[in-house]
């Protein structure tokens, strides 16, 4: 069985994910509001064509973007807070 190892690209402004087959970039989001300091992709899961993405110091509270995705296209659906 074979397997691909996720890897996540954390940036000042955006998240990247890549696969380690040819390290190419599988699709990368950005937090519509973001700030610095959000701390976006401390955690994450994927299942499917959902991903989900922690970001411990959006105000000061965290928070959890959820987006869906096809092919290369992610689209932030939710924003959930404490």
């Known amino acids: ?9 954390f940036l000042i402004t955006s998240l990247s994910m890549y696969s380690q087959e040819e390290w190419n970039q599988l699709f990368s989001v950005e ?3 973001w700030a ?5 992709g401390t955690s994450s899961a994927i ?3 959902v991903a989900v993405f922690g970001a411990p110091g959006k105000d ?4 959890v973007y959820v987006y869906r995705g096809e092919d290369d296209v ?3 659906i939710q ?3 404490a």
């Open 36 to 40: 610095e300091g959000d701390s976006l």
């Open 74 to 76: 992610w689209e932030e």
């Open 31 to 33: 937090a519509n509001d």
């Open 79 to 81: 924003k959930l807070t």
């Open 1 to 9: 069985m074979k397997k691909n190892i996720l890897l996540f690209l």
């Open 60 to 63: 000061s509270v965290g928070a």
């Open 47 to 49: 299942a499917d064509t």
